[in-house]
């Protein structure tokens, strides 16, 4: 298994920057979902979107990213906490779409609309901030969202290779954010580098890691790692917080699956089937009504 998540500052801690190597992450979620190549691609960056905005999350803090697109894919989203655990889904997995300048469409296959990011600490209401998409190719939007929506001036990369057979080859993405005080000598500095990179998934198939996204981010420039952290795709369904769930329908609700002797519940977030019996119902019927 391989996969990483890297934290790191540079030029006297006024650039900060995160980057990570996904590909057993969106694998994973590929194969849960059985996504089609166009499809891989789009929930591919919006899962590692998600990880690198969720980096600069507190412990017990989740952020979820919605891409909301009038596109044939219906829509994305992608939930992560502080930790490196994210999960996620796109409504329509399973299209086609042709590929536009020998590359994968994802942009046509997203479709105009909104991205929407939701910062929730736990304690407080959570926060949700929005943007038009600009693209549909999920790190632009990304990028446009922070600086429109959050005033965070940041360039987002996200790549994913897909393989023929649908499977995926290569994942991954950086997130760097200026911090207030920079000098616009570093900014320019950024700037040339940034254009003399070469794709984020061909660097990774090439087997790049996380920390060689970054040298070439800040080639030139003084910087350090400060933490990593093995990013995962991980759901917190559970046959025992659907009991919960059911314990709190309506008797009626519950006589009914009773009724039709089994309930079968899919989780969106990681396609897993639950299966409840007449027996394990009614146990459930039983405990609410205490
Ligand atoms: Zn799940």
Known sequence: MSGKLIRAVAAGATLRAFAAVTTDVVEEARRR??????????????????????????????????IAGDGPLGGLIADTDGAGNVRGYVR???????????????????????????????????????????????????THYLSASEQTPATVALGVLVNPDCSVQAAGGFFVQVMPGVEEAVIEHLEANLKKLPPV???????????????????????????????RYYCRCSKERLARVFATLERQELQEMIDEGRAEVRCHFCNEVYLFSKEELAEIMAQATE
């Not at 990880?51 to 017990?60: I, P, Y």
């Not at 198939?205 to 030139?220: K, P, R, S, Y």
């Open 92 to 142: 329509n997995p399973q299209i086609h779409l042709p590929s536009k300048n020998g590359k994968l469409d994802v942009g046509g296959a997203v479709g105009q609309g909104y991205i929407y990011v939701t910062r929730d600490a736990g304690l407080k209401e959570p926060y949700t901030g929005s943007a038009p998409l600009v693209s549909g190719e999920i790190a632009a939007d990304i």
């Open 33 to 66: 979902h059985d996504c089609y190549p166009v499809a891989a691609a789009a929930l591919g960056r919006t899962l590692t979107g998600a990880l690198l905005l969720g980096a600069t999350l507190k412990e017990n803090e989740n952020l979820t990213l919605r």
């Open 201 to 231: 998934s061909a660097l990774v198939n090439a087997g790049g890691t996380a920390e060689d996204m970054l040298a070439g981010v800040f080639n030139g420039l003084t910087w350090q790692v400060l933490a990593e952290q093995k990013p």
